[in-house]
C-alpha cells in the first residue's frame, strides 16, 4: 500500500521550474517535418496531374488511332518519378529526392517537348492558325498546369535536401 502512493506523488524536478534545461528540438527537424508534408501533397496533385495526362493519352490514341511514342515515355517517367519521390520522402533519402527532381524535370521537358513540336509542324506545314482540338486544348492545360506543380515540386525537394542534409562547419 505505502509503496502505490510513493508512485502516485509527483517526482521531484517536475514542477515546471526545470524548463530551462529541458532539451529543444533544432528549427531543421521542424523544417524537414513541414517540407515532407508540403510534398507529400505536392507529389498527391503531381500524380493527378499525370493521371489527366493517361486519360489524355488515352482519349488521343482511342479518337486518332494512333499512340505518341514521347507522350507515353513522359508518363511512364513521370510514374517512375513519383515512385521515386515517394520512397525519397518516406525514408528521407537524399538521392532518391535528387534524382526524383531529376526524373520529374523530364517529364516536363518531354510533354513541353511534345506540344511545342506539334504545334510548330502545323505552323511550318502551311497552316496560318493553330486548329487546336478538344484533345489539344485539354492536353496543354495539363501541361500547363503541371509546370507550376514542377516548380513548387523542385523548391520544396531541394528545401527538403538542404535541411536534411548536417550543416558543416569549416
Same mark, same amino acid.
Given at each position: 500500500?505505502?509503496? /502505490?502512493? !510513493?508512485?502516485?506523488?509527483?517526482?521531484?524536478?517536475? +514542477?515546471? !521550474? +526545470?524548463?530551462?534545461? @529541458?532539451?529543444?528540438? +533544432?528549427?531543421?527537424?521542424? /523544417?524537414?517535418?513541414?517540407?515532407?508534408? @508540403?510534398?507529400?501533397?505536392?507529389?498527391?496533385?503531381?500524380?493527378? !496531374?499525370?493521371?489527366? &495526362?493517361?486519360?489524355?493519352?488515352?482519349?488521343?490514341?482511342?479518337?486518332?488511332?494512333?499512340?505518341?511514342?514521347?507522350?507515353?515515355?513522359?508518363?511512364?517517367?513521370?510514374?517512375?518519378?513519383?515512385?521515386? &519521390?515517394?520512397?525519397?520522402?518516406?525514408?528521407? /533519402?537524399?538521392?532518391?529526392?535528387?534524382?526524383?527532381?531529376?526524373? #520529374?524535370?523530364?517529364?516536363?521537358?518531354?510533354? %513541353?517537348?511534345?506540344?511545342?513540336? /506539334? +504545334?510548330?509542324?502545323? %505552323?511550318?506545314? &502551311?497552316?496560318?492558325?493553330?486548329?487546336?482540338?478538344?484533345?489539344?486544348?485539354?492536353? *496543354?492545360?495539363?501541361?500547363?498546369? &503541371? *509546370?507550376?506543380?514542377?516548380?513548387?515540386?523542385?523548391?520544396? #525537394?531541394?528545401?527538403?535536401?538542404?535541411?536534411?542534409?548536417?550543416?558543416?562547419? #569549416?
Amino acid at each position: 500500500m505505502e509503496r /502505490r502512493r !510513493s508512485i502516485a506523488r509527483r517526482p521531484s524536478g517536475t +514542477d515546471g !521550474s +526545470d524548463y530551462s534545461y @529541458r532539451m529543444v528540438v +533544432d528549427p531543421r527537424y521542424t /523544417r524537414v517535418a513541414q517540407a515532407k508534408t @508540403r510534398l507529400s501533397k505536392l507529389i498527391s496533385l503531381q500524380a493527378g !496531374s499525370q493521371l489527366l &495526362g493517361v486519360l489524355c493519352a488515352l482519349l488521343s490514341a482511342s479518337w486518332k488511332n494512333s499512340s505518341n511514342k514521347v507522350f507515353i515515355a513522359s508518363i511512364i517517367v513521370g510514374f517512375g518519378s513519383l515512385i521515386i &519521390g515517394e520512397l525519397g520522402r518516406r525514408n528521407s /533519402r537524399a538521392n532518391f529526392l535528387k534524382l526524383y527532381i531529376v526524373a #520529374s524535370s523530364a517529364t516536363a521537358v518531354l510533354s %513541353l517537348e511534345r506540344i511545342v513540336t /506539334r +504545334d510548330l509542324l502545323k %505552323l511550318t506545314s &502551311g497552316g496560318s492558325t493553330l486548329e487546336f482540338s478538344l484533345f489539344n486544348k485539354f492536353e *496543354v492545360a495539363c501541361v500547363v498546369l &503541371g *509546370v507550376p506543380l514542377l516548380i513548387f515540386v523542385i523548391a520544396t #525537394s531541394i528545401s527538403l535536401l538542404q535541411n536534411m542534409s548536417p550543416k558543416r562547419l #569549416s
